[in-house]
């Protein structure tokens, strides 16, 4: 069965700063991985989607990468403002296909301090 | 929310009550997705649907019942709700190249 970690649980750090969130799943064949952002009683946003075939991808200040091999991935959020408070959410998928649902992680909650 | 919309967006109901929530989509998305968020639990998946008439279990599936006869709606039944269906749930939809897309989430209070 795919499990999801993710570490830290709860991040608070001053504004400005360059921070790295972390994932681990414990199955490596996994079609792609899904980083969502989840706001104090809202839905999901999704963040980016790292195909398998892929090692990184790229949005604005955040970059995420992926290693299969070793079932790792990181979202690093640069420059970190206030608004990015929130709580970040790891996803796999269940199985290799991609389409029977994902598996998550807790998350981690951040809190940015002006 | 990619055209996906949830309804009603709260609720509240007596324990043994029957409770039917929706999920609408208008882009004729074949997948679809229901999750419950709980506290200590993260998101976990109810059933899911792969086409119309087609659906499948999840890791909570007990005490839930899903129904599509019409690609663009969703349903998810609770035949007899108990207090320990309170929760947070959530309609999704999958695409091969943007991933999973979720709705803003039905509160639902079990009393």
């Known amino acids: 069965k795919q499990e999801v970690t993710q570490i830290p649980a709860a991040l608070s750090v001053p504004e400005g700063e360059n921070l790295v969130l972390n994932c681990s799943f414990t199955?490596?064949?996994?079609?792609?991985l899904q980083w969502f952002r989840q706001d104090p009683g809202k839905g999901l946003t999704s963040l980016l989607l790292?195909?398998?075939?892929?090692r990184e991808q790229t949005s604005g200040r955040l970059n995420a990468s992926l290693d299969k091999s070793s079932g790792r991935s990181t979202l690093y959020i640069a420059a970190s403002q206030p608004g990015d408070s929130a709580t970040y959410l790891c996803?796999?998928?269940?199985?290799?296909?991609?389409?029977?649902?994902?598996?998550f992680g807790k998350g981690t909650h951040l809190i940015i301090q002006p | 929310d990619a055209g996906i919309t949830q309804s009603p967006r709260h609720k509240v109901t007596e324990t043994g009550t029957p409770v039917t929530l929706r999920c609408h989509q208008t882009?004729?998305?074949?997948?679809m997705y229901w999750y419950r968020q709980d506290p200590g639990h993260g998101l976990r998946l109810i059933h899911y649907?792969?086409?119309?008439?087609?659906?499948d279990k999840g890791e909570v599936s007990d005490g839930y019942s899903v129904s599509r006869s019409k690609t663009e709606d969703f349903l998810l039944t609770l035949e007899s709700a108990t207090s320990s269906q309170t929760s947070v749930y959530f309609c999704?939809?999958?695409?091969?190249?943007?991933?999973?897309?979720f709705g803003s989430g039905t509160r639902l209070t079990v009393v």
């Open positions: 999704a939809i999958s695409h091969a190249h943007y991933g999973y897309t």
């Open positions: 199955d490596s064949a996994i079609y792609n």
């Open positions: 790292i195909q398998s075939s892929q």
């Open positions: 996803a796999v998928p269940y199985s290799g296909g991609g389409a029977d649902g994902l598996t």
């Open positions: 882009e004729n998305h074949r997948y």
């Open positions: 649907s792969y086409g119309v008439k087609d659906t």
